[in-house]
């Protein structure tokens, strides 16, 4: 069956085949840029750009600590500034309607740097504000800030009882029954909220005009959840608890709790001062520390502050901290490319981020061996230094760039037992179910979600498609069969994901076409027949959601709305994710990969990049339970969130743009040039006819 005869471009015209001189100048260009920007040490690195919470806690931290620094903070006056919407709110991701969280935030962020409130964009943010509830119909955490600073009352904020840390490992409540980012936040904001410090603000930094109904007359309550359900039970036992508790409390078990979780925070704090790599659960552990005594001098906390500038960027006169860096992700992403491209492993700049890669392996144990103790380490993390937790993503990816590269001499064994020990630690992280995580081994214990602290996004780490499409990829063009059990359940695992319209859902990529990306090239790799019906009806979703200017593009806002898959103005890195899984399919000379290509060809910049300000990456889709949903909240339900993302932590790789479409690029000249020897090989009598119907019977 032909999925579709013939695609037009946006004047009527057919597409044809991009020139081939076309193709090459646009690899090439890509080359050139990348041997640009590598660094000296062999690895590449682009923003990670995210929301404006990142700004807006940092200037809550150095103001609670007495670390602030004034033309710091002007500089970061100018960057909220300039990322604030007309309405005078401040969003998640490009393109977002604004949210609520977040320009509560940052309102209260320019007001301690010292923004006069009657300023015209100060007025605008406190419309908004007040326009939609104000500050009571904040976000659990946002109030826990404001609680830190007089604004809020510290007993409507979640229960959280430090005592908790005192679990065994296998206790159904134990912190390691939570995702790896939310176990990191949960440990110090124990303390946080067991302490309740208060430290005061001047009154002109007060945040009163943000609540409608006054302070005095405002329910500082934890609200309960909607309807008759086990959120709403766990709630109501989480009250009766607090009270019986708060009468009988042993202050000797509570301070043994502190002690044990104070240790656990000065053991999982990296050398260069981060906490799991990412913003989060670094602020908070700072604050606990100061709560518990450390003062700013204090080698833990100075490592902190130091870390924290690691992250900063300074544009001009504008400051800006990302919520976490991927250098370890850029690089292995940057050397595919590279190579499928044509670029030989020898090349120096290859070399050395092979090299360099080699090297980022982590050999030490982490968070994840709770579940697997006798597993022996071997992954990679996603940034610089984050030894506890080795990203099972990054490790396939970087896996299927070690393959590629090549190291000189007697020095290229390293590579291979950086491989050997990182294939043993992915498979002795398989979930049961089949798939893959990010982090933890069968971290997907939905009864922890029904917490009253858990309703800030996502606190589990289940299998996905996409990370698990990866591991899948890695091990199939390392040779290995699906034949082996492991691998037949992952791709049993793989089928039973699929959506009834042809697609997979994106868990680390925006969204639909992302999980598209990722598993039809991991099951070409796996030696999948691609003339299924199964992967017809994914070519098929491919083909009807391509924009009439040959691109591919998905909103953010298509976790919430099913009507917004795959719609969207069309992006580098997302049309990349299409052609690539076109190609895999053997689409690769059919008339929408070519219109894919022509997009990308004739959108790129004369320095060989793109230019892409849509969030293509997610970080958290807000789900409570980090996996796709059959049922998204509605209106009134526990997890609702509107088109804003208000629970969710969406991200712009600022690499994605050149990364993807290199990759994209390359794989789609390679197939073609490999179909070209096939049709002259044939025509030389040396290839069946019959075999090269079959094999392209379904592309035009």
Known sequence: MVIQEIIHNSSGARVGMPPPEALDGSIERLQ??????????????????????????????????????????????????SKQLDDGSWAIYYGAPGDLSITVGC????????????????????????????????????????????????????????????????????????????????????????????????????????????????DYSVPSPPGFNLPKLVHLAEEALEKTYGRIRFDRLSKIAERKAMRWILDHQEEVGSWGGIQPPWVYSLIALSVCGFDNDHPTMSRGFKGLDGFSIQKGDRWTIQGCISPVWDTCLVVQGLVESGLSPSDPM???????????????????????????????????????????????????????????????????????????????????????????????????????????????????????????EMYGKLGYKTDQSFLQQAYRYLRQEQEDDGSWFGRWGVNYIYGLGAVLPALEAAGEDMHHPYIRRAVRWLIEHQNPDGGWGESCASYIDSAQRGVGSSTASQTAWAIMALVAAGYDDDQATHFGVS????????????????FTGTGFPGYLKGERVDRVPQPGERGFQGAELSAGFMINYHLYRNTWPLIALARYRARLAERGSRAKAQSNGHLPIQAERHRTAHSR
């Not at 997009?599 to 849509?614: A, I, N, R």
């Open 32 to 81: 050139e840029y990348f041997r640009r920007i590598q660094d000296s040490s062999g690895y590449w690195w682009g923003e990670l750009e995210s929301n404006n919470t990142m700004e807006a806690e940092y200037v809550m931290l150095s103001r609670f600590l007495g670390h602030h620094n004034q033309e710091r903070e002007r500089h970061i006056v100018n960057y909220l500034r």
């Open 107 to 218: 309102y209260f962020a320019l007001k301690l740097c010292g923004e006069d409130p009657q300023a015209d964009h100060m007025q605008r943010a406190r419309r908004f504000v007040l326009d939609r509830g104000g500050v009571p119909r904040t976000r659990m955490f946002t109030r826990i800030w404001f609680a830190l600073f007089g604004q809020w009352e510290w007993y409507g904020t979640p229960r959280l009882p430090i005592e908790m840390i005192l679990l065994p490992d296998w206790s159904p409540l134990s912190i390691y029954r939570f995702a790896s980012w939310a176990r990191g936040c949960i440990v110090p904001l124990s303390i946080v909220l067991s302490r309740r410090p208060v430290r005061p603000i001047p009154p002109d930094h007060a945040i009163d005009e943000l609540f409608p109904e006054g302070r005095s007359g405002t």
């Open 350 to 472: 290859l070399e050395s981020a092979t090299r360099w890669l080699v090297d980022q392996q982590i050999l030490v144990g982490g968070d994840w061996q709770v579940q697997v103790p006798q597993l022996q380490p071997g992954g990679w993390a996603f940034e610089f230094h984050n030894n506890c937790y080795p990203d099972i993503d990054d490790t396939a990816e970087v896996v299927l760039a070690l393959r590629l590269g090549r190291l000189p001499g007697a020095e290229d064994r390293l590579r291979d037992d950086a491989i050997s020990r990182a294939l043993d630690w992915v498979r002795g992280m398989q979930n049961k179910d089949g798939g893959w995580a990010s982090f933890d081994k069968d971290n997907n214990h939905g009864y922890v979600t029904a917490l009253t602290f858990s309703d800030f996004g996502e606190v589990l780490d289940p299998s996905s498609a996409d990370v698990t499409a990866h591991v899948l």
């Open 599 to 614: 997009f990308l060809l004739d959108t790129q910049l004369e320095e060989g990049d793109w230019d892409e300000p849509y």
